[in-house]
């Protein structure tokens, strides 16, 4: 399947106008929790880092400065339990989503090909690999793909987008065993990593301790057919600068460059240096935690109190919602949206995210402290 096929393929967020219009009509206007758009501001400490490098007549490098590439290591080892990641196996990127969409195409995928992907899971993983002409296969269980010579590609998504669910060291060891077993890439996508909540995730500091891919006890000391992405939006508030970056593998990596430098896929050099910024403060990452910890426990006892379950949901910005009783309340995703729409509280379907999430819908964090509380009151009824 090509390019030209995806057009025929509606972008969820489109298709929920009559929801997002029942939502607005609330006479206290709508509280929006369909989307993970960071609200807070965005820190000193990084808006000085890009003032600071506003002077930049010059092309940026594709590779990223040697410094960024360098902060990115130290990050990982200071903040990932990765203590021996090659800045040569760095490389920023415009943001993760396009390098989620285009990866495979990098890649130079194509057809007869497979991706593999989780069963509910971040939609661009699936248009990805449709845009390469690869076929994706959404599958949780190793054992659904292993052992298969057209595997090229396997994503893991942890901490989830949207179901906040952490893949352990266990899991991921043996989907990078299976991996290599048939040479395939893992591509892990890690962007709220630093944003755990239960307490087996968080070590006695605070700081997080959901397993990297490129953990050593994951892949046994080396990252050979291992990348992973991440994003400096969520834990940073820099949605708005595209400010990501893609580690592991130097030799993946390497071809990467290679190929974006004929493409023109550069992160501008200001945003560069504003992520080296980002890099090296943990206390802004601490502090937009602390208000997103401050939301999920508003939100969290209001829906259990209104007869929704909450599972999984133990790291991220979002907290994956369905009804108390199977049996009972709304039958569809859809149903569930208008539900929380008729409330004036916006909310994402989770057929948005594949068959399996057909029964939840997707509660964003990224509200303001006031809008949240509006949000639990409307939910609760109070």
Known sequence: MGFTDLRSLAYPWDTLGDVRATAAAHPGGMVDL????PVDPTPAVVRDALAGAADAPGYPLTYGTPALREAVAGWFARRRGVPDLDPAGVMPTVGSKELVG?????????????????????????????????????????????????????WVN????????VADVEHLRSVVTAAREVGAVVVGDECYAELPWDPRWVGPDGSSRVPSLLDPRVNGGSHDGLLVAYSLSKQ??????????VAGDPALVGDLVATRKHLGMIVPSPVQAAMVAALGDADHVAAQRERYRRRREALLPALRAAGFAVDDSEA??????RPQDDAAGPTTSRDLARWFAERGVLVGPGEFYGAAGARHVRVALTAGDDAVARAVARITGA
């Open 102 to 154: 285009l990866l495979p195409s990098l890649l130079r995928l194509g057809p007869g090909d497979v991706v593999v992907h989780p069963e509910i899971a971040y939609p661009t993983y699936d248009v990805g690999a449709r845009l390469a002409g690869a076929t994706p296969l959404p599958a949780d269980d190793v054992a659904a793909w292993a052992g298969r010579d057209d595997v090229r590609m396997v």
């Open 316 to 321: 991220g910005l979002y907290l994956w919602v």
């Open 236 to 245: 940073s508030n820099l949605a708005g600068y595209r400010a990501a970056f």
């Open 34 to 37: 369909s989307v993970g758009t």
């Open 158 to 165: 942890s901490p989830s987008n949207p179901t906040g669910a």
